[in-house]
Structures are given as C-alpha cells and as structure tokens.
C-alpha cells in the first residue's frame, strides 16, 4: 500500500538585472511625469494633484509587481507551478502528471541544446533569470501543450515526483538511485 505523496515548495525569485533596470527607468519617468505636472501648474492647478498621486500609485504598483514567488506542488504525481505576484495575486503557469514528463535534467549543462528544441511554450519559474542551479522539464500538458518548464526544486520535491516517472527515464536521468 503506497502513502499519498503531497509536497509543496515555495521559491522567491532574485532581482536581476532586468528587475532593477524596469524599477529605475519606471522611477525616472515617474519623476519626469511628476516635474512636467508641476510645471503645468499654473494652467490648472487641481491636474498636477491628480498626476502626482496616479504617477506614485503607478510607480508603486510596477515595482511591487517585480516581487515574484513560485510554488511548486506536487501531489501524487501531478505537478503543479504558480506564479505569486507581491504575495496577492496567484496565476496557475502549468500543470502536468510525472508520466508525461518526456526528458528532465539541469538546466545549466542542457541550455544550449533546450534553446533549439521546440515546445509549445517556455517558462521560467526559477529563482534566477539565468537558471542557474535549475532543473527542467519537457512535458505534455493540458493547458499549455508541449512544455519545457526551468524551476529550482529541492531535493524532496525531486523525490515525490521520481516514483512516478515513466520508469526508463527515470533510471535514464537518476540512475539506480
């Protein structure tokens, strides 16, 4: 008889270069926005009011949007990825079942051979734009088709999705362990 298997794992995404290059041009142009308002001043004086508080609301909501964390569930062999946005909003990015993962390995040492294979769709759910230190995965899915998902599991979510596998590639990627 075989427990149920449910693991659940939570990855904060690093800024990168991309995150702080969004949040220092965002701040720039919220600035500019906010320095041609106040010149404008004088025409009507209620406008640079109204631009200044959209402009800092804006410039919030951009910046807080760059905090990203993603979930990884894994329960008896469906796997499961979302995308959590500044901790309130959650968007389901894939899910599959372990039997229809069709190649797996580390990211790092197959990215050259990944860039050129096609798939229905990428996505990145690691803890870094690069993928450094990520596993991925190729693998048929209801909502997204072929896909080749690049995510940084732990160790216990690797072994619940393991006694699932298709059983060859499974021995093909970990061996006899």
Do not use: Q
Request: glycine share 6%; hydrophobic share 45%; with cysteine.
């Amino acid at each position: 008889m075989m427990n149920d298997i449910f693991v659940e794992y939570m990855v904060k995404k690093k800024m990168g270069a991309k995150d702080i290059a969004i949040s220092i041009g965002v701040s720039m142009l919220g600035a500019l926005l906010i320095f041609v308002s106040i010149l404008l001043a004088g025409v009507t004086p209620m406008i640079p009011f109204i631009v200044i508080c959209g402009v800092i609301y804006g410039v919030y909501w951009v910046i807080s949007s760059r905090s990203v964390e993603f979930e990884y569930s894994v329960t008896n062999g469906d796997i499961s990825i979302d995308k959590i946005i500044n901790r309130k909003s959650r968007k389901r990015l894939t899910s599959f079942d372990a039997k229809a993962i069709e190649e797996m390995g580390k990211y790092t040492e197959n990215e050259k051979k990944l860039r050129s294979r096609r798939v229905d769709k990428t996505i990145f759910a690691s803890d870094t734009d690069e993928g450094k230190d990520a596993w991925y995965v190729i693998a048929k899915s209801r909502k997204t088709g072929l896909t080749l998902l690049v995510f940084s599991p732990n160790d216990r979510c690797i072994e619940a999705i393991k006694p699932f596998m298709d059983r060859r590639l499974r021995f093909e990627i970990f061996g006899r362990r």
